[in-house]
């Protein structure tokens, strides 16, 4: 989701991107435009969904294209064009980096072919953020009592929305703990009503919307909650997580999933469980 939007944002309305899951494609629930460009991405290469999801889209007479963390995988053999990330090598059923490795060489890759221009800056500033954001977010959880908290939230909008829902996965797998994602405002239509002592909100801000986001946060404490915000902009009034990236281009969306991912460590952590092997789930799911 982040990817895609990343490449229609950066692109200015030049390209239409869509993001679906490998499953939509193969069931045939989806089917991406003639003359399209399909990309899929798995940490593996070997997810039966996103390889079936490859042949389908390679037989409507799409260009394939596969992004992966596996050398000569199976899904090379599917693909038009192959990119493997064969530095990052993660033994754990989790994805942690290599989410975040595929994620920034996609948003870096919008740059590179839309605003070449900025390219440079991207390169240097991400490696940076990503460093300041780890230390700020173990900082922060550090100084709450995780083992009190039962009940995560996490919000946000566009890109951040993305980072949000990938935080929910991480944390729902590592620590089986209750879980919910929404767009911020949308909260307050209903879902709020769950708001509990337990309740720790995690609001990726954006920078189109600060104001009302913050009067979220604001309202979840009133309720009893917590509230957390990630933002590249100091706001001294909250519980914060600063990755200081001062773009607009929501060109740090993947690096708001590394406070969310050590929330999951933390917590299964806390609660006797080995974050690194999720009950119930395999490294590569296969048909």
Not at 6 to 26: D, N, P, T, V, W
Not at 67 to 75: A, D, V
Not at 207 to 224: F, H, M, Q, R, Y
Request: net charge negative; charged share 25%; proline share 3%.
């Amino acid at each position: 989701m982040g990817c895609s939007m990343q490449l229609e944002r950066l692109s200015r309305g030049k390209i239409r991107s869509s993001f679906y899951s490998g499953s939509e494609i193969m069931l045939g629930l989806k089917r991406p435009a003639k003359n399209s460009l399909l990309v899929g991405l798995s940490r593996s290469g070997s997810s039966s969904e996103t390889i079936l999801a490859l042949q389908k889209g390679r037989s409507i007479g799409n260009t394939t294209a596969s992004i992966t963390c596996e050398p000569g995988s199976e899904m090379r053999g599917v693909s038009d064009i192959s990119v493997e990330l064969d530095f990052i090598n993660e033994e754990a059923i989790v994805m942690t980096k290599s989410f975040t490795s595929m994620a920034f060489f996609v948003s870096a890759l919008a740059r590179e072919l839309f605003v070449p221009e900025h390219l440079d800056d991207y390169l240097l500033a991400i490696p940076e953020s990503s460093s300041i954001t780890l230390e700020n977010s173990r900082k922060l959880i550090n100084g709450y009592y995780i083992f009190d908290i039962n009940h995560f939230v996490f919000l946000g909008y566009e890109e951040y929305f993305a980072a949000s829902m990938e935080g929910l996965i991480k944390v729902t797998e590592s620590s089986l703990i209750e879980a919910d994602c929404y767009q911020t405002l949308e909260y307050r239509h209903g879902p709020k009503s769950k708001v509990r002592r337990e309740t720790l909100a995690v609001i990726s801000v954006n920078p189109l919307a600060t104001n009302e986001e913050l009067s979220v946060a604001k309202e979840i404490d009133l309720l009893g909650g917590k509230s957390i915000i990630i933002s590249g902009e100091h706001m001294p009034e909250f519980d914060q997580i600063n990755t200081f990236y001062h773009g607009k281009d929501f060109g740090d969306w993947f690096l708001r999933v590394i406070p969310l991912q050590l929330l999951g460590i933390e917590k299964a952590l806390a609660k006797k469980l080995d974050p690194d092997n999720p009950k119930n789930l395999t490294k590569v799911v296969r048909l």
